[in-house]
């Protein structure tokens, strides 16, 4: 066997082909009827994710953070915020996940800190010039004065990269970069102490017992030398990009501090992962994130921004699988998280919604809710079927649609805010999830607060509802989850079979997979024996919008 080989094969590493749940932990389980979801909420509730059946779970930020981004802001990357529990619930609920054989990924924000980080204040106070200001960008503004931010980056959530500070003896000063909020400086990688500071702050967490980290734009972590001045060309989108290359997204020197990061976790024992989120434009450039020395997994997001489209969704399968293999690393699936539209809508928007936009109460194209529900349920249904590792987003188990209602005066997602609602921005993925149909805030809490109001028809998709529904979405999602793990769905290869142009079909081993993404039924053959059924049917003949698991005399 070749090394690669050796990498590549099955079974050796958990994460190539565990099924990872995604918890929002604001909106998850909330213990102290706050509102706000916590870590004992996540520990009362692990059983359900036991029965449903998932390998891992992936906290998004739970650390001390002033929550300007939902606490992807980070204050302090060693504690737990108080919204949220204590450094004591978070060991308990870690045991009480290793216990029931689920491994626990936590989110690492090392692009940025909070402006309210102790580094980020020292060096506010420090000056320019001085090591404190030399662990953050910052840099003297263009114009007789500076009063002009030194280049013409413009940030993620609206408005201008560049901030400018008034430095202690009261005059305007420098200026330091944020990607996304001002209140989220970014860090210099190229500064020593930030990668010394982050090494040790894996190793914190390691040495706790985490089985891995999910690492936040991991593709912007490095800045092109000299940051020049950049025209965003019309295909780019906010987040990666698009062929053309970007000073802030995906330079090369990102993939020293991955290597580096790799042999620290190469210290500790079980297999721990690290897991990139890079928005990279092409499925060729994502696969370089996880060259055997790198990361691990990197997210595929080429395969969630794929519209309901036969041709479309069998490319992007096909070239996953190509370029995450060229380098023995397994592909990755995921079709939502916390940053896009749920995809019990995506799938089936009439208008374009680039990523981070989001959908209001006035946005143009919104969905036919039971068209939504049934791609969504066939899109997952392929999704668990593919060898590799998936990721799932909590509710998603439930059929949630994207919460589109919500008032404005509700609405807490930065981008909302730069400058000012233009974009509805991503609260509608983050909504409270249900648990119980008759119980206040759908169980969420006992005392009916939620930090973002939840929609009154959920109650249908109460998990206590679903659980006693044979045909409901959690019910699905359970027997996928089953089958895959019993059929060892995760490894393994694929073999094309055509069932024409509308619909994509493969095997794997004696099971075939077929979607329909057409308009008209499509017929599989009078010797079909249906395993799972997306949604339920009668006779033979896929329907519109549906996925099948089936095996053939
Ligand atoms: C990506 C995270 O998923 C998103 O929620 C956050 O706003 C940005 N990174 C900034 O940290």
Known sequence: MTELEQIAAPGSEWWRSAVIYQIYPRSFADSTGDGIGDLPGITSRLSALQDLGVDAIWLSPFMTSPQKDAGYDVADYRDVDPLFGTLADFDTMLAEAHARDIRVIVDLVPNHSSDQHEWFQQALKAGPG????????????????GELPPNNWQSVFGGGMWERVTESDGTPGQWYLHIFDPTQPDFDWTNEEVKEEFRSILRFW??????????DVAHGMVKEAGLPDYAPVADADSMGGGEASVPYWGQDGVHDIYRDWHKVLAEYDGDRALCGEAWLPTLK???????????????NFPYLMTP????????????????????????????????????????????????????????PGKPDAAIGLARGRAATTVMLSLPGSSYLYQGEELGLPEAMEIPDEFRQDPPWYRPTGERDGRDGCRVPIPWQADAPAFGFNDTGSAWLPQPAEWATFARDVEESDESSTLNLYKKLLRERRERGLGSGALVWEDCGADAVAFRRGELHVAVNLGTEPLPLGDDVTFVVQSQAFEGTALPVNTAAWYTKA
């Open 130 to 145: 001085s090591p404190e200001r030399a662990r953050y960008v910052f840099r003297d503004g263009k114009g007789a004065n």
């Open 206 to 215: 390691l040495d706790r017992g985490v089985d891995g980290f999910r690492v």
């Open 285 to 299: 450039q994502t696969a370089l994130w996880v060259r055997p020395d790198e990361m691990h997994q990197t997210f």
């Open 308 to 363: 309901w489209e036969a041709k479309a969704l069998a490319e992007v399968i096909r070239e996953s699988l190509d370029e995450f293999g060229s380098v023995g690393a397994p592909s990755t699936w995921v079709l939502s998280n916390h940053d896009v539209v749920r995809h019990a809508s995506r799938l089936a928007l009439t208008a374009d919604n680039p990523q981070g936009e989001g959908i209001g109460p006035n946005s």
